[in-house]
Structures are given as structure tokens and as C-alpha cells.
């Protein structure tokens, strides 16, 4: 909430005391609070959401990087099952050191892979809560200016459907809590 817009909802308030609009400018004040709460929540699971992004994409690399690996080894152990080699025994051993190394990068290649998959998981979650702050924000901001009409018109219609709109609001920001 930008500086100006404070001290526009300070004035209201002080109209508000004027005769049965103080309910109006309490419910106004809390509003705004609500708006700032909302506000930061979305923002933080924005950044999560980018976090997990950037370390999904960590992990994926890790796990390209390993599969290249991988495939070079068997590559190269293809190789020396088709040349023709002067010490058989040292082109052995090698092969064997090459088939070891595939195990265990076949094992790192799930792990990682499975790893990848689970934060790529806890993106799209954190990017789903984002939405939801983001809704709730917007509905919690129409509701507020709703609400101000009521001070400006003294119709308390507005108040109602204020009300209304800031209630949609914070059943979206409380949705969050059930979205897994």
C-alpha cells in the first residue's frame, strides 16, 4: 500500500467517526491490514517458488550431466570390445572399471531424477499458493475501495458488498491452507 493511499484511508477514518460510519472505517482499517498480510504471503511463495525452480534445475543439470558421463563410459567400453587390443587384461580391467561406474550412475541417474521430479513438484505447489494470495489480494483491494464508497455516499449498500468481496478474499487466502 503505497504512502498516499494511507493517508487517504487516515482521512476517511476520520470522517468515519461522523454518525454509524465508524463501523465502516474500523472494517476499512482491517481491510488494508489484511491486504498487506496477503500481499506478503503471495510474495513469499513467489520467491519459493522460484527457489524450488532454481534448484530443480540444479538437479536436473546434475542429472544430465551424469547420464553424459555415463554414456561416454559405455561408449568408450563398446569400443574396446571391438578393437582390437595389444594387453587384453589391462583393456580388461578397464571395462571393469567402465561397467562399475555404470551401476552406480544408474543408481545416482534415479535418485536424481526422482529428486528432480519432487521439486519440480514443490514449484508448481508454491506457484499454486501464489495464485491464491494473488486472488485473495485482489478481492481484499476491491472490497477495500467498496468499502470507502460507503463513506462518500453514506449508502452502507457498499459496506455490504465490501464485505462481500473482502470475504471471497480471505476464503482464497485461507484455500491455501488445503491445497497440497
Do not use: C
Not at 476520520?14 to 491486504?35: I, K, Y
Not at 542429472?63 to 567400453?77: F, S
Request: aromatic fraction near 6%; glycine fraction near 4%.
Amino acid at each position: 500500500m503505497e504512502a498516499n493511499e494511507s493517508q487517504e484511508l487516515q482521512e476517511h477514518a476520520e470522517h468515519g467517526s461522523e454518525s454509524g460510519m465508524r463501523p465502516v472505517a474500523f472494517t476499512m482499517a482491517l481491510l488494508a491490514v489484511l491486504v498487506a498480510v496477503v500481499t506478503v504471503l503471495g510474495h513469499r511463495s513467489q520467491t519459493e517458488a522460484v527457489l524450488q525452480q532454481a534448484k530443480a534445475s540444479d538437479t536436473w543439470n546434475e542429472y544430465q550431466a551424469k547420464k553424459i558421463r555415463a554414456d561416454n563410459k559405455a561408449t568408450a567400453t563398446d569400443v574396446l570390445s571391438v578393437i582390437t587390443v595389444t594387453d587384453a587384461a589391462r583393456a580388461s580391467k578397464i571395462a571393469k572399471g567402465y561397467a562399475d561406474h555404470q551401476e552406480k550412475w544408474a543408481e545416482d541417474l534415479a535418485e536424481e531424477m526422482k529428486e528432480a521430479k519432487g521439486l519440480e513438484a514443490e514449484v508448481r505447489l508454491a506457484e499454486r499458493h501464489a495464485d491464491f494470495f494473488d486472488l485473495a489480494e485482489a478481492l481484499l483491494e476491491i472490497g477495500l475501495v467498496i468499502t470507502s464508497v460507503t463513506l462518500l455516499t453514506r449508502s452502507k449498500i457498499y459496506w455490504y458488498i465490501g464485505i462481500a468481496f473482502s470475504l471471497a478474499g480471505i476464503v482464497s487466502a485461507a484455500a491455501v491452507l488445503f491445497i497440497k
